[in-house]
């Protein structure tokens, strides 16, 4: 089974990366074309707030290299005022905008609200509505989600549970699927914090003890501030490198 690592970042439209990635005198029209000259992947989070329109998820697959690929995540709509109830309609159009992705579209994640306590019924109800033959991922927010019950009803449909990093939030490192998603969320700071060098050749090991028997890794820097997300995303695609 050859195993590959999807390494890159939660967005790439900020303009405090000017200067810091991005160089001073590129158009903002060009920025997208120029991450995906340094990473294979992104994670979409405009998404979440708004559904991108036909045109725009088409723009991003012509505008993007062969073997790029985009993680998606999935409407709050759907996860925090729908809170997964009655919400089949609503997931339909969802995948069929990201379906325009076509074989560029990866892991499509979706990030319960905080406030959302464990409900084995629900989620299994809303897992039975899920198509198949795509990567679908949770990002648990409370903690009682943390259970073994639910970690196998997440296996029972190949579906992917989200392991993240963020101040005064433990999360267990725990695979459902054959696949796994780490969001870094920053270490000591939430969104702002940079990771060291340490920290992250830490996590390089602790990803690759997870990832002995996966197809793929989906791993993004959601720490934006001053770019750092940019900086320790490159770190750790080179620990991993080393690593295999």
Known sequence: MSLHYYIGTSGWHYDHWRDRFYPQELIKAEWFKFYARHFT??????????????????????SSPDNFTFAVKVSRFITHIKRLKNSQEAVEKFISRAKILGEKLGPLLYQL???????DELLESFLSTLPKGMKHVFEFRHQSWFDERVFEILHKYNVGFCIFDMPDFSCPLVVTADFTYMRFHGSTGLYWSCYSDKELADWAKKLANLAANLKAVYIYFNNDAEAFAVRNAITLR???????
């Open 41 to 62: 992947t992104v994670e979409l989070n405009n998404s979440f707030y708004r559904l991108p329109s036909e045109a725009a998820f088409a723009t991003w697959y012509s």
């Open 113 to 119: 609200p905080p406030n959302l306590h464990r409900n």
């Open 238 to 244: 080179s620990y991993l490198q080393n690593a295999k």
